[in-house]
Nanobody
């Protein structure tokens, strides 16, 4: 069974940095990994993604401040977040994607809280 565990969340001040990590288990590798976030009372939104071809994609609010990275097997993903703002506050989730007998599959972690104070 695929399992994802995020770590690295916490409370920081505006302008500071934080690095989130996510470890995926249950398979030797995955095709893509991504980060999402969900502010309290708002919809979940994607933050960044590493595609099967290792293309890095960022939501507009993350460009220039956040960096996503993975290892070769894509079973570990990190999100380096710089110049954090109060509006970056939320629960951050990592996801992993893979194919299983021609069926797309995905799994989510439980999330890690990031709080940015002004």
């Amino acid at each position: 069974q695929v399992r994802l565990v995020e770590s690295g969340g916490g409370l920081v001040r505006a302008g500071e940095s934080l690095t989130l990590s996510c470890a995926a288990s249950g398979r030797s590798s995955f095709d893509a990994m991504a980060w999402y976030r969900q502010p309290l009372g708002q919809q979940r939104d994607w933050v960044a993604r590493v595609s099967p071809r290792n293309n890095l994609n960022y939501n507009d609010f993350a460009k220039g401040r956040f960096t996503i990275s993975t290892n070769n097997a894509k079973n570990m993903v990190h999100l380096q977040m710089n110049s954090l703002k109060p509006e970056d506050t939320g629960v951050y989730y990592c996801t992993a994607e893979w194919w299983d007998h021609d069926h797309p599959k995905s799994a989510w972690g439980q999330g890690t809280q990031v709080t940015v104070s002004s």
